[in-house]
């Protein structure tokens, strides 16, 4: 990553540019497509990458499902900032927010398990988040052919541990 890549909180101004970066994914199938209303009404949820010009480069949002428990979401990079680390560091920056608001457990479904697994992520069984399933699965109009896999973490160390003890 340069020095000139801003990582922070998205704005108002900033709607056009995460609902275009993630309809160009949508657009073949990689994910769910955001309306410009859908965005506006998460956008506390999302973190931006841009450049010093302020161009969006890459986006994420932390959606809640419950105190403890949030889904990483609408994690894109733009082709043209792809490998220089922007979504290693989106969903590092969508983890703190996490943490700020006391979330203990992430979950995403995704399409690429190998890069969250290189974050810190592991496979899990979706069937452990009936919540996502409830919410937003069960009106997916790929719900029947879904291509993504569910993969985990715990953001918060004491509450990892005691699971930990637990199981």
Do not use: W
Request: glycine content about 6%.
């Amino acid at each position: 990553m340069t020095d000139d890549i801003i990582i922070r909180m998205a704005r108002p101004a900033d709607v056009e540019g995460i609902v275009a970066l993630i309809n160009e994914y949508a657009a073949e199938k990689i994910m769910l497509a955001r309306t410009p209303a859908s965005v506006e009404l998460a956008l506390q949820d999302f973190v931006v990458a841009s450049d010093a010009r302020g161009r969006m480069l890459a986006c994420g949002a932390l959606k809640e499902y419950s105190p403890s428990l949030a889904e990483v979401a609408s994690v894109a990079v733009s082709r043209e900032a792809q490998g220089r680390g922007l979504g290693r560091h989106i969903v590092q920056a969508v983890e703190q927010l996490a943490e700020r608001r006391g979330v203990e457990e992430l979950f995403a479904l995704t399409t690429t398990p190998a890069f969250f697994e290189a974050v810190g992520y592991g496979v899990s069984d979706r069937a452990r988040y009936p919540e996502k399933i409830r919410r937003d699965c069960m009106s997916c109009l790929r719900r029947f052919a879904c291509p993504e896999v569910c993969v985990t973490r715990f953001v918060a160390a004491s509450h990892a541990k005691r699971f930990a003890a637990a199981a």
